[in-house]
């Protein structure tokens, strides 16, 4: 019953963990965007997949919804336990890329008055 429960917590990781690259990404691309000026529909994506971690984030009252479904599995109180990330980074996720994101979306903003 053990191993069956670590194979699930695993996979709960893979899948987190593969999000939130995406969703980095995604941040990079808008950060990129805006310095770089090249804005495109691609620019907008990315804006649209930041409204939906938004919502997911809003819906799990914080945390992103795949935490409950890997606490079922891990008694484990780390921040990193649901994720393949190192502890602090886990820790200081959404003020690390909730910083970059702000600061991409106000050069995509300027660059939108700009030009």
């Known amino acids: 019953m053990k191993n069956k429960e670590t ?42 997949l930041m409204v939906l971690e938004g919502v997911a984030l809003w819906i799990g009252g914080g945390a992103c919804p795949l935490t409950p479904i890997a606490r079922q599995y891990s008694d484990d109180k780390k ?19 909730g910083a970059l994101l702000i600061m991409g979306t106000a050069l995509v903003l300027w660059r939108k008055t700009i030009g």
């Open 79 to 97: 921040d990193n336990f649901d994720i393949y990330l190192p502890e602090w980074l886990a820790r200081y996720n959404k003020e690390i890329f």
């Open 7 to 48: 194979h699930k917590l695993i996979r709960v990781k893979l899948l987190h963990t593969v999000i939130w690259a995406v969703m980095v990404a995604a941040i990079f691309f808008i950060l990129y965007s805006g310095w770089s000026g090249k804005i495109s529909s691609l620019t907008y994506a990315a804006f649209g």
